[in-house]
Structure formats: structure tokens, C-alpha cells
């Protein structure tokens, strides 16, 4: 994986068409983006090669999965040598049910997304999972009523 490899408008387009598409075909994205089917397809390629793109996902109804339960977590740590927040991370990227977990600055450590079912099964996930994890002190937890943006990915508008 290259970092360093300098994009053009080409791939910029490339980018923003798969990302908010996983699905294209190679002609509608050769069509969308406005090259030929064989220099698009390789670049695509490459941007895959050099970890541009990292997967292509499908978009969930969580209402109909029953996932629609989300609540974010704030979480405090005893310490934060190296050797804790590795311990950390590294147990909470075994728990599945934990959708994204960022380190922080400011007041807390780590921000936790956790989706589920509903309440009830929350309270046995901050008790049975996230209260388990190595070096937990403290835990905030902050129910989301209403999702009211999700964005599918960035706005690359200034590259293309």
C-alpha cells in the first residue's frame, strides 16, 4: 500500500461513485466518471491494490434486522500507559456487538457506538461485555432517541 501516490480527478470520481455505490458496473462507473472501460477497470484495481478502497458493503435496515437500538458509550480507564490502552484495544475489538470504538481527547477515553435490540439487552452487554473490559473505571451511557443523518461516506467535492 502506497501512501504517497498522488490522485487524480479520475480516481477522486472513482472514489465518490464506489462509495456511494458499491454495486456500479464497470460501465456505469467507466460512463460516470468518463473513461474508457479498461483504464477505469484499472484503476479501480489499483485504488483497491493500494488500499483506497478496503471492502464494499450493503446498507442495512436496522429496524428489520433489530438492530435499531444505538447508544453510545463514554468510558474512562484506570490508566492510560501504552500497555493499558493496548490491553483495551485489543479486547474490544473482540466484542462484536461494540460497531465502532474511537480513542478520545478530552474528558473520557474512548467513545463506544454499541447497537442492539433494545434496553434490555444493552444493560447485559455494558455488564456482561463493556463493565469486563481491562481497565475500565468509569462508564457514560447516552441513549440515541432519533438517527437523523448517516452519511454513506465523505464529500470529496473539492478534488473533483
Given amino acids: 500500500m502506497t501512501d504517497d ?3 487524480d480527478k479520475f ?3 472513482i472514489l465518490d461513485a464506489v462509495q456511494q455505490d458499491g454495486r456500479l458496473s464497470l460501465a456505469a462507473l467507466s460512463d460516470q466518471v468518463g473513461l474508457s472501460k479498461t483504464p477505469c477497470q484499472i484503476r479501480l484495481k489499483r485504488l483497491e491494490e493500494d488500499g483506497y ?3 464494499y458493503h450493503a446498507r442495512l435496515n436496522m429496524r428489520k434486522v433489530r438492530k435499531n437500538y444505538v447508544v453510545f458509550i ?3 480507564l484506570e490508566a492510560t500507559s501504552r500497555r493499558h490502552l493496548e490491553q483495551f484495544n485489543k479486547a474490544v475489538r473482540k466484542i462484536d456487538v461494540i460497531q465502532s470504538c474511537h480513542m478520545m481527547a ?8 454499541v447497537r442492539c435490540r433494545n434496553m434490555e439487552e444493552y444493560r447485559m452487554i455494558l455488564t456482561d461485555d463493556i463493565n469486563d473490559l481491562p481497565g475500565v473505571y468509569q462508564t457514560a ?3 440515541v432517541m432519533e438517527e437523523v ?3 454513506v461516506g465523505v464529500d470529496f467535492s473539492n478534488q473533483l
Fill in 11 to 13: 480516481d477522486w470520481r
Fill in 141 to 143: 451511557t447516552f441513549p
Fill in 53 to 55: 478502497i478496503t471492502g
Fill in 106 to 113: 478530552g474528558g473520557f477515553d474512548y467513545l463506544l457506538k
Fill in 149 to 151: 443523518k448517516r452519511a
Fill in 74 to 76: 463514554q468510558v474512562k
Fill in 5 to 7: 501516490r498522488i490522485l
